[in-house]
């Protein structure tokens, strides 16, 4: 079962985009569970309660408005996937910045909207591929969406996954490293590290900064190929609709 909140003040569009839900949901018979908030109070309200996969939020607000809300998700919740809606552009170089997964501009049709949840949903699935590590205590399961960075140190490897835990093993990195690399979300920056691009928050000549504030260096042989294929990542792979 799929999760969708979509939030928005005006109660026809958010009455509309509902309905256009319900209608995907009945034709591509993909179970799904949907919410609706007219406000972004009782959206984070929620948000701090039950997790949800997609998030369908509208940027203009009274208030708090869309974009501030999604830079306070992003606080605790690095993996539901937010679609803007707004009736302006000028938000779209910002959405980049709460990694939204797309940008739509009002009114919101079943023409612009299924294509983007067909391909969601498929991310979506395949993101539920995992990595499986052997320590121990027995086999580990590490959902790739879940693993922040893989670092090795002192012939241990560290698991740094997005809720704040680490899972710790005896290894090199080159025996999970063709497996990661494989994936586009995944590069190594330094010979002790691969980081997942999807929790970038910040990349600069002294190193990365994750979402989880943890600090990660740079090989200063890898810097341009590392600053190269965030850019790719973040502004081919997810470019939003304008």
Do not use: W
């Amino acid at each position: 079962m799929f999760r969708i909140a979509i939030c928005d003040d005006d109660i026809g569009d958010l009455t509309r985009i509902e309905n256009l839900t319900d209608k995907y949901q009945k034709e591509k018979k993909i179970p799904l569970n949907c919410e609706v908030f007219l406000n972004v109070i009782e959206l984070l309200e929620s948000l701090h309660r039950r997790t949800y996969d997609i998030l369908i939020l509208d940027i203009l607000m009274p208030g708090i408005n869309g974009m501030q809300a999604a830079h306070e998700i992003r606080e605790f919740d690095n993996n539901i996937k937010i679609i803007f809606l707004t009736s302006s552009p000028e938000y779209a170089v910002e959405s980049y910045t709460v990694y939204a997964y797309h940008y739509l501009l009002k009114p919101i049709t079943e023409e612009r909207l299924f294509p983007i949840l067909d391909k969601l949903f498929l991310e979506i699935q395949k993101e539920e591929e995992a990595l499986y590590i052997k320590s121990c205590s027995g086999i580990k399961r590490i959902p790739f969406n879940k693993l922040e960075l893989l670092e090795v140190m002192n012939k241990k490897l560290f698991f740094h996954l997005t809720d704040g835990s680490v899972k710790e093993i005896y290894g090199s990195l080159s025996e999970f490293e063709t497996q990661l690399l494989s994936r586009k979300e995944f590069i190594k920056v330094h010979r002790s590290y691969i980081v997942n691009m999807r929790y970038i928050q910040e990349l600069s000549s002294k190193g990365i900064t994750t979402c989880s504030k943890r600090r990660v260096p740079i090989s200063r042989l890898l810097s341009e190929k590392v600053k190269q294929a965030y850019i790719d990542y973040m502004f081919l792979e997810k470019e939003p609709e304008r």
